[in-house]
């Protein structure tokens, strides 16, 4: 379930930043892209900022029902996850040295270390 809601989220996040990219500003209209005398073709004068504007209020809502929806799964699962992944602490048996671990130095006393 979870795997479904992240892909409907990243297609819905594709899709709002699509949609935003291909917007002009209030002035400028499909002309200002495709030539002058292409204003009304292809969604009618002002088809195409209506489209465009509700097709993006649909996507952000999509994208913002999933971020709760993500968030809600997230704090609410029965086991316990996180993203950083702790190394367990496994006992190595007497005499076996594990490869992973340094090896102890040498212990010494100070009376040989030090020159007189």
Do not use: W
């Amino acid at each position: 379930m979870e795997t479904l809601v992240s892909i409907v989220h990243v297609l819905a996040a594709l899709g709002v930043i699509g949609l935003v990219l291909l917007q002009h500003g209030k002035g400028a209209d499909m002309g200002a892209a495709f030539g002058s005398g292409a204003s009304g073709s292809l969604f009618g004068v002002s088809g195409s900022s209506n489209f465009m504007s509700r097709a993006t209020a649909v996507f952000v809502a999509i994208f913002f029902a999933t971020s709760l929806t993500l968030a809600y799964m997230s704090s609410h699962r029965t086991q316990g996850s996180s993203v950083v992944k702790l190394p367990t602490n496994s006992v190595v048996a007497p005499g076996k040295a594990s490869e992973s671990a340094p090896a102890k130095p040498a212990e010494s006393s100070p009376a040989k270390d030090v020159p007189q």
